[in-house]
């Protein structure tokens, strides 16, 4: 079996390092591939949680 992921956004903040300190007043910008549309956003503020996953 083959898994294939693709980048469809990527996550931008003013951390540098990644220690698990004080993460909570850090606020964390979601940029769209440029093949997403912004539509992709539509209504996201309905919201209460966004589960972002991630692959190192």
Same mark, same amino acid.
């Given at each position: 079996? *083959? ?7 990527? $996550?931008?903040?003013? @951390? @540098?390092?990644?220690? +698990? +300190?004080?993460?909570?007043? $850090?606020?964390?910008?979601? $940029?769209?591939? *440029? /093949?997403?549309? /912004?539509e992709?956003? *539509?209504?996201?503020? @309905?919201?209460?949680?966004? *589960? ?5």
């Amino acid at each position: 079996m *083959e898994i294939k992921l693709k980048t469809i956004a990527t $996550v931008l903040n003013s @951390r @540098r390092t990644p220690t +698990d +300190d004080h993460w909570g007043p $850090v606020i964390s910008e979601l $940029v769209l591939a *440029e /093949d997403i549309p /912004d539509e992709a956003f *539509e209504n996201i503020t @309905r919201f209460s949680h966004l *589960e972002i996953i991630y692959f190192f």
